[in-house]
């Protein structure tokens, strides 16, 4: 179809980070903006739930066949663009945008704000929908503006102010951005998704070489404590309150290197699971399950999760 690459049985392990999960009905990727509209048709056409997916590094999928239809926005101009606006220089980006290579484009340009961002993988769209964070910063609080898609509200264009932001999630009017795919968002009607499409980021004049200076001294803070490398989703669980880290409470229960099934939290950060090559869902399952209730008996407290979980 003109505007839409539809690709048959797409994998899942390929196409997020920790490297798991089975086989989605198709894949829509849409080109331009302009095609948004025929994607409920087509959804309605194939079946199965809306899960919107960006670089997917976030999420961790099911074995076997999955009831899902992965919407991706993936169009041809990468390029972010820049304004000046009173103090502040605004940088629109495309929701496909890898995350690092939009602190690359700013850091260049002297523009700072998004430092605390680096080290974190996904695009921009992901890094909305999950409200990504570190050191203290957070993406929707970077925001001005942003443009989406959703068949409830059409094609709309809000100020960042009109979104809810909270820890890892994010929302409009109720609705978070996303899919349907995810059992935590409650939703149910084929219509419940909100396909974020660009962004625009209110950045601060600066310099390139301190830009570039804090973004490595984060990056190395990161590198000593996280397995940055290992094929992950990022944190598994949520910190149940700022001052108690998930990966204290992990380690405290015995679970830093504990594996099975070819998954293991990783040595290096208790709050990393690894697939460590021949991992399965399964085995992620069973050990999360495992991290629940030890934390839960060790501690009391009961960890939920970060990651999104297809299925
Ligand atoms: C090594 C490693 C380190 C990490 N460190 C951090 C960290 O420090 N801080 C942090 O917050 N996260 C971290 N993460 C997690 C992850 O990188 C972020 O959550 C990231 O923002 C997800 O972006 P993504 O494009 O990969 O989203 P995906 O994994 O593809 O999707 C995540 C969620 O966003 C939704 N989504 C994605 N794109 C869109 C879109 N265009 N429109 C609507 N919804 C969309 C999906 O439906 C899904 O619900 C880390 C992950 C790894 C592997």
Known sequence: MPGIEIIADPKLS???SIRLGGTAIAELCLKDIKF????????????????????GSNIIAAD????????????????????????????????FLPLPALLRSAAARGLS?????????????????????????????????????SPRFGLKEIPAGEAAFYYRRADYMGLPFGGAAE???????????ILLLSAVFALKESAENEVLGRMRAFYARKKLSQPLTGKSAG?????????????????????????AGG?????????????????????????????????????????????????
Not at 70 to 84: E, H, V
Request: with cysteine; net charge neutral; charged share 20%.
């Open 263 to 311: 998954m293991r939290f990783s040595p290096l950060h208790a709050n990393f699971l690894i697939n460590e090559g021949q991992g399965s869902y399964a085995a992620a399952a069973d050990l999360m399950e495992e991290a629940v209730a030890l934390v839960k008996k060790n501690s009391g407290l009961l960890l939920e999760k970060e990651v999104r979980v297809w299925s």
């Open 36 to 55: 948004c509209e025929k994607v409920p048709g087509l959804l309605a056409s194939l079946g199965g739930r809306p899960a919107l997916i960006g670089a």
């Open 113 to 149: 704000g998004l430092e605390g961002l680096t080290g974190i993988p996904g695009s921009v769209g992901g890094a909305v929908a999950m409200n990504a964070g570190s050191f203290g910063a957070e993406t929707g609080a970077l925001l001005h503006s942003l443009t989406f898609f």
């Open 183 to 193: 059992a935590l968002t409650q939703m149910t009607g084929p219509d419940q998704w």
């Open 64 to 95: 076997g066949p999955l009831p899902l239809v992965l919407i991706r926005f993936a169009g041809l101009d990468k390029n972010p663009s820049f304004a000046r606006n009173a103090d502040k220089t605004l940088v629109t980006a495309p929701a």
């Open 235 to 259: 944190c598994v669980f949520k910190n149940p309150a700022p001052q108690i880290p998930a990966g204290r409470l992990l380690e405290e229960a015995g679970l830093k290197g504990r594996g």
């Open 14 to 16: 390929d196409r997020t």
